[in-house]
């Protein structure tokens, strides 16, 4: 793979900024279609932003159609990565298990079941013992309900951002890694160049896939991209013996614990609602006191698990928790995607597919309008993804 601190390319026809699994995705798919002359644009390493993450969750399981229609193309593609662009990323199907402790959260995933059937997902609810038998850890005092999908599961992130960029790099690609952006120059309504730590790049098209860092770039091109950093944390058990049962994605909705298998033991996370927004990934192990105590109502034989190491990333968050997927209306040249408020990972197929079009001009599988940065400026209908933690 071509990666470079410096110099970078002179000229370039598109820079994507931004070399996780979103930026790296985009290029693979840019880079397959023909697109030559791509430069992908890495502040630090490759990988090394939010998707960092150990393990991330694949799922189709989401309130808004569009999520649904993004997660089910991305499943798909993750169970042929092996073949195309060619890298296993530890892809283990054993479903994502939602929850239930009210009567309204149980009537809203009943809704979400129902659409998400509709478009060909397999999901269904299912009562408190069927979810005890599925995830051995659940407890059955106080849940009401669950939700169910065999076809969601996890895989590893690392290895999807190293399997895209070098399909990418056989086709030419240059990732251009410990490169800082520092401005953009733009004349009308089109970017110009991008400049960087390590030279100017002039260019016909930027992509901003720039994750929790995409504000600063968006203003840069006088683009507004509402994407707030907010940090998120998890936890990994000792090696347990017995081994650990082979449990779903395993998610507490009310509380937004979750826990799932890792190599010999579990990984835990919870959403903590008090976290502040900012830019800091230090790992707090005062913070799993949080998940303990969620996990002594719902799974109690997870309270006082041994850990061994942990873990801290970013979300990139907007304000209704969609992404921001689209083209600029102002600078037509400025394509972005990001702000996927913790889906990124999982739906980077299917936007890395939809980008490639938006730059070639032709009509994705899915209407990606309801996704604009716009939206929060225009007036348009805001539609927040309630399945998110």
């Not at 849940?143 to 030419?172: F, I, K, T």
């Not at 449990?247 to 996370?269: E, K, M, Q, V």
Request: proline residues 6%.
């Amino acid at each position: 793979m071509s990666s470079s601190s410096r110099p970078v390319p002179s000229t370039a026809d598109v820079v994507i900024i931004g070399g996780g699994v979103m930026g790296t995705s985009i290029a693979f798919h840019l880079a397959e279609a023909g697109v030559r002359r791509i430069v992908v644009i890495e502040r630090g390493e490759l990988g090394s932003g939010s998707s960092g993450k150990p393990i991330g969750g694949v799922r189709a399981q989401f309130s808004d159609p569009l999520n649904i229609a993004l997660g089910s193309r991305s499943l798909r593609a993750w169970r042929d990565f092996g073949q195309r662009p060619g890298a296993d990323v530890r892809l283990d199907e054993v479903g994502y298990l939602f929850l239930l402790t009210s009567a309204e959260q149980a009537a809203d995933f009943e809704t979400c079941v129902r659409v998400q059937n509709e478009l060909g997902v397999p999901s269904r609810m299912i009562g408190p013992r069927e979810a005890q038998q599925l995830c051995p850890y659940v407890s059955t005092d106080g849940l009401v309900a669950a939700a169910y999908s065999p076809d969601d599961g996890h895989a590893r992130p690392g290895l999807a951002v190293r399997g895209y960029a070098r399909a990418a790099a056989r086709a030419g690609t240059v990732f251009a890694t410990q490169t800082a952006v520092t401005g953009l120059d733009t004349t009308g309504d089109r970017v110009t160049a991008v400049h960087t730590a390590h030279g100017r790049i002039s260019c016909a098209t930027v992509v901003c896939a720039a994750g929790a860092w995409s504000a600063e770039i968006g203003d840069m091109a006088g683009v507004h991209l509402p994407v707030r950093p907010v940090r998120r944390q998890l936890a990994f058990t000792a090696p347990l013996a017995p081994p650990a049962p082979r449990i779903p994605f395993t998610i507490d909705f009310a509380s937004t614990a979750y826990f799932h298998n890792s190599d010999d033991g579990l990984l835990f996370g919870l959403a903590d609602p008090g976290q502040a927004e900012g830019f800091d990934t230090t790992w707090t192990p005062d913070w799993l006191e949080l998940f303990r105590a969620a996990a002594r109502h719902r799974a109690p034989a997870l309270a006082d698990m041994a850990t061994t190491s942990g873990w801290a990333g970013l979300y990139e968050v907007t304000p209704d928790r969609n992404a921001l997927i689209g083209r600029s209306g102002t600078v037509h040249n400025f394509l972005y995607a990001t702000g996927f408020s913790g889906h990124g990972f999982l739906q980077a197929p299917a936007v890395g597919e939809i980008m490639r079009d938006l730059h070639l001009e032709r009509a994705p599988f899915v209407d990606v309008t309801p996704f604009s940065a716009d939206r929060f400026t225009t007036g348009a209908a805001v539609r927040p993804e309630i399945h998110v933690v």
